[in-house]
């Protein structure tokens, strides 16, 4: 069955670094638009960043322009996303996200995309 399983976050000091993955099966990994999306209590769900099938094409929100860098391994099934001078408005729960074809709005659900991981928390407090 299809799944996306999403590791490596945790608690961090303002400024610190994190590096997230998602482990990918079930599915054509190297066929899907990948996403990294967020969601907290104060802003609700946010696209954080995203990248095209080859790899070759990314987009950042402005506030993660800079600091946050995706990436994946398509021989690994897997997306990444390093996440640098974390601020406390990165708290969050994020989740990796996959679509055969790309949007480009604010999503308003996790259901807008084919598939989605189970959600590891982001936690950036001094």
């Known amino acids: 069955q299809v799944q996306l399983v999403e590791s490596g976050g945790g608690l961090v000091q303002p400024g610190g670094s994190l590096r997230l993955s998602c482990a990918a099966s079930?599915?054509?990994?190297?066929?899907?638009?990948m996403y990294w999306v967020r969601q907290s209590p104060e802003k609700g769900l946010e696209r954080v960043s995203v990248?095209?099938?080859?790899?070759?094409?990314?987009y950042y929100t402005d506030s993660e322009k800079g600091r946050f860098t995706i990436s994946r391994d398509n021989a690994k099934n897997t997306l990444y996303l390093q996440m640098n001078d974390l601020k406390s408005e990165d708290t969050a729960v994020y989740y990796c996200?996959?679509?055969?074809?790309?949007?480009?709005?604010?999503?308003?659900?996790?259901?807008?995309?084919?598939?989605w991981g189970q959600g590891t928390q982001v936690t950036v407090s001094s």
């Open positions: 990248m095209n099938p080859s790899g070759g094409t990314t």
């Open positions: 996200a996959a679509r055969t074809s790309p949007i480009w709005h604010i999503p308003t659900s996790l259901n807008e995309y084919d598939y």
């Open positions: 079930g599915f054509i990994f190297s066929r899907y638009w």
